[in-house]
């Protein structure tokens, strides 16, 4: 659910937006003045500000610069009194997304509100670092990040097991590590076991090590991960690959905090935090015999999902800038972003793969670049080549096959993108009063 604070003086007002927001399926907040803004923005997070320029004290362009000058890309749409278009104008210039005229008409409010939310892509470093230093490398500002960030601050000092379930390339391993990283253990190891990178019979001795002369080529003792990660955190990636012969010993484990390597016979504790990982359905690969019920409940007390990066489109911006940062830097390439219609396809495209998807096409994005900005011709074919054929399908269209409805329909959209949907300046631009459009609007469901 996308978060709107409202700023205004009047009570009333305030009480019919949040009204009206929340019946639309937005959390809305209110704030009376600048202070009050200020300290929510600060407590709070928020997908856009919806201010009066006009406030007791200092004014909603006041606030406007705040946010500005805080660096991030926080989209603002400011209210100001029908005539006074020289404030619109300063605080178009000052960096809001849009403006609306008094009286506000809910509907044109609507409209503009989610083509600001769906269009806001800016990107500042600031945002880039913020979100890489305070929360643990996790890049995001999509209700889905923000949840798993608030599930993480809350659970990372419990002994508690922890699932993290997602898709291949959601950063599964990534949450792992924060848990670890925000917790006590913190200063101890953080050792992880990928059970599906490891032969099946191997994983007991990479798990609990082997005494000297235990098996042939045996020459050593050796520990096992479960015991290099004492007093920290044992993660174990792909659980559900785990064979069920292990899956017994792990059980064993996980009750006693005790373990005997191959071969000992004596018994070795491990105060270690373990949390699994996995991309499977657990519930069915217990239906199928291949998990063990038991064990799904001794790992599964906090599940954590992680969000594919098709639920979290506002957060590609974000994470591609950080990788072209990162990619930039160990080639020694200075490339100052990503151009429009680049970043447009990158927010279009499926993501089957994830972040790790997203990083791999950023790493080869800077390397093939050969300007200072990542354009389309340097994103993979299987990437670029819808956009180049959504151009190619608007640049020949054939107007005799066209009704006149179709042609009316096309003008209005154009003239509404152009002005992004600001209903009274595509009016304007179409040369028809404000009355006229939307009922044109509602004739052809773009209302």
Not at 245 to 261: A, D, G, I, P, T
Not at 413 to 439: C, D, F, P, V, Y
Request: glycine share 6%; charged share 30%; proline share 2%.
């Amino acid at each position: 659910m996308q978060r709107i604070l409202i700023v205004d003086d009047e009570r009333n007002i305030c009480r019919v937006l949040n009204k009206f927001l929340k019946e639309e399926g937005f959390h809305a907040e209110t704030a009376r003045n600048f202070e009050e803004s200020v300290s929510k923005l600060k407590n709070s997070y928020f997908d856009l500000v919806l201010t009066d320029i006009r406030l007791p004290g200092r004014s909603g362009l006041d606030l406007l610069k705040w946010i500005k000058e805080k660096g991030t890309s926080l989209p603002v749409i400011v209210i100001t009194a029908y005539g006074s278009i020289e404030n619109a104008v300063e605080a178009m210039k000052t960096g809001a997304a849009n403006y609306l005229t008094k009286p506000v008409d809910t509907g044109e409010m609507l409209a503009v509100i989610r083509h600001t939310l769906l269009h806001s892509k800016a990107v500042t470093k600031e945002d880039i670092t913020v979100f890489k230093d305070t929360h643990y490398g996790i890049i995001g500002k999509s209700r889905g990040a923000r949840e798993v960030l608030a599930t993480i601050r809350i659970i990372a000092d419990s002994r508690a097991n922890v699932l993290i379930t997602g898709e291949s390339g959601t950063g599964k391993e990534l949450v792992a590590r924060a848990v670890h990283n925000a917790s006590r253990r913190k200063d101890f190891p953080f050792v992880a076991i990928n059970c599906a990178a490891i032969p099946r019979d191997l994983i007991e001795n990479e798990l609990f090590g082997h005494e000297a002369g235990a098996y042939t080529g045996a020459i050593s003792k050796e520990a096992g991960k479960a015991e290099v990660a004492n007093q920290g955190t044992l993660f174990f990636d792909e659980i559900g690959e785990m064979p069920l012969s292990m899956q017994v010993k792990v059980m064993r484990f996980l009750q006693e905090k005790e373990f005997y390597r191959i071969g000992g016979t004596r018994p070795i504790k491990s105060d270690c935090r373990i949390i699994t990982a996995t991309n499977k359905n657990l519930d069915n690969e217990i239906t199928a015999g291949r998990f063990r019920e038991d064990l799904f409940y001794r790992l599964n007390v906090i599940p954590i999902h992680m969000p594919t990066l098709r639920e979290r489109r506002e957060d590609i911006p974000l994470l591609s800038e950080y990788f072209l940062k990162k990619y930039a830097e160990e080639s020694k390439k200075f490339i100052k972003g990503i151009d429009t219609m680049a970043m447009d396809i990158l927010m279009e495209y499926n993501w089957a793969g994830n972040i790790r998807e997203l990083e791999n096409v950023m790493e080869r994005a800077v390397v093939l670049c050969k300007s200072d900005t990542i354009s389309l011709e340097d994103l993979p074919n299987k990437i670029s080549q819808r956009k180049s054929e959504e151009a190619s399908i608007k640049g020949t269209v054939n107007l005799s096959g066209l009704t006149l409805s179709d042609l009316e329909r096309t003008a209005l959209l154009n003239s509404l993108e152009t002005e992004n949907w600001n209903q009274t300046k595509a009016a304007t631009r179409l040369g028809i009063t404000r009355r006229q459009l939307r009922t044109k609007m509602i004739k052809y469901k773009l209302l």
